[in-house]
């Protein structure tokens, strides 16, 4: 009997399948396609090659999800962000063996686990301090007062990093939703488990369903579908392809999207700021009318 068993050891192994992640659930892609990563030649994985109805979905659950997150308060917003970066702490062993398959050394994988944990706290002390450095009382030539806040954007297309297949998502992701905004994020084609593997971690941090939503695949395939949608208001592309932002930039223009193109070393400090979390908002002025005051000192 325990000759059977060790026989055992010579199986095949099961690679693990990753869905994608819309609106808060692990669906597969509608088209029912995959594609494995490679690593030294050999497959490591099955990941879904996600479609144009993919892409659809995931912007819809995103539109549904963002009036209510940035109705939250920014103290909220920041405990759920801070609450990621607990469950990355406590799944790091996972995450350092999902980047080590991927092709990582050991160093270099806990290295980006820990930048990641570290970034999300950055971006969670953030939350509820931005305004008061990006927002004014503005000086004005009548009676009124005059005030410059800062509103999120609305649902912003994420085109993670091919190389920083955790933190290069990370250092957007979080500056992204910090303000209240949602998003929808192309992972890594080439290493992407690491991105369907966080997105599991905040399936359990709070995150309401629809806040972020993570999809696999081919961005030669769905960048067409992603930059001409109407309900995108924002995209932020990390990936040294000049030819392909210039296509976005022009389909872009469509609804007026922002795009923003990002060439940063993510390990580096200066990678982290809040001025990324102002790339993605807007400003509103309000203009509200003073009471004058009698000369008796009142108002009324």
Not at 127 to 132: A, G, S
Request: some cysteine; charged content about 20%.
């Amino acid at each position: 009997m325990a000759k059977d068993i060790a026989s055992t050891n010579s199986r095949l192994q099961v690679a693990k399948t990753y869905k994608l992640y819309i609106g808060g659930a692990f669906p597969r892609t509608e088209s029912g396609r995959s594609y494995s990563p490679l690593v030294n030649g050999k497959p490591i994985a099955n990941m879904c090659l996600a479609s144009r109805k993919d892409v659809r979905n995931a912007i819809v659950a995103a539109r549904g999800a963002q009036a209510g997150w940035a109705s939250r308060s920014a103290y909220n917003r920041s405990q759920i962000l801070y609450r990621i970066g607990e469950m990355l702490e406590g799944r790091t062993e996972q995450f350092v063996a999902e980047l080590r398959l991927m092709g990582g050394s050991e160093k270099q994988a806990r290295g980006e686990v820990e930048m990641s944990i570290d970034r999300l706290v950055y971006y969670a002390g953030w939350c509820d301090k931005y305004q008061q450095v990006f927002s004014s009382v503005n000086p004005v030539a009548s009676s009124h007062f005059n005030f410059s806040v800062l509103e999120p954007m609305g649902v912003v297309f994420v085109v993670a990093s091919e190389e920083s297949s955790l933190l290069g998502l990370v250092s957007l992701v979080a500056p992204v939703v910090a303000s209240g905004n949602t998003c929808v994020v192309l992972a890594s084609n080439s290493q992407p488990l690491a991105a369907i593997t966080l997105s599991e971690v905040m399936s359990t941090s709070d995150v309401p369903g629809g806040v972020v939503n993570m999809l696999t695949g081919s961005l030669s395939e769905l960048v067409q579908h992603f930059s001409r949608h109407l309900d995108v208001n924002a995209i932020a592309f990390n990936r040294d392809l000049p030819d392909v932002v210039v296509d976005i930039q022009k389909a872009a223009a469509g609804n007026l999207k922002r795009v923003r193109c990002y060439d940063l070393d993510w390990a580096k400090d200066d990678s982290q700021s809040p001025w990324l979390i102002q790339d993605f908002c807007e400003v509103k002025t309000t203009w509200h009318p003073i009471e004058k005051i009698s000369e008796a000192g009142s108002g009324y």
